[in-house]
Nanobody
């Protein structure tokens, strides 16, 4: 069994910073990708992800402001969010695509954490 647990988020002023963390645990053999999505009213959209521990994708709207990083030893991914804007307000979800000990690949979602940026 695998769990994905997020932490961080909260309230920030425009121009401020927040940091999100997401830790995967359980019967993990390998992590294919790990990253963050966000959902304001509307669809859930990619913010940033690390694929196969090598390539990194960012949404255009966060490039230069957000940085994703991963601690492989801890199966944890971080999202450092700088120069926050009110339009960054959303619920942020961690996603991890994991191969487990039964050789099954599954996409797991965290419970979501609210990020609110005031102007």
């Amino acid at each position: 069994q695998v769990q994905v647990v997020e932490s961080g988020g909260g309230l920030a002023q425009a121009g401020g910073a927040l940091r999100l963390s997401c830790a995967a645990s359980g019967s993990i053999v390998s992590i294919n990708s790990m990253g963050w999505y966000r959902q304001a009213p509307g669809e859930r959209a990619l913010v940033a992800r690390i694929v196969s521990g090598l390539s990194i994708d960012y949404a255009e709207s966060v490039k230069g402001r957000f940085t994703i990083s991963r601690d492989n030893a801890k199966d944890t991914v971080y999202l450092q969010m700088n120069s926050l804007k009110p339009e960054d307000t959303a619920v942020y979800y961690c996603n991890a695509v994991i191969r487990d000990t039964s050789d099954t690949v599954t996409s797991y979602w965290g419970q979501g954490t609210q990020v609110t940026v005031s102007s």
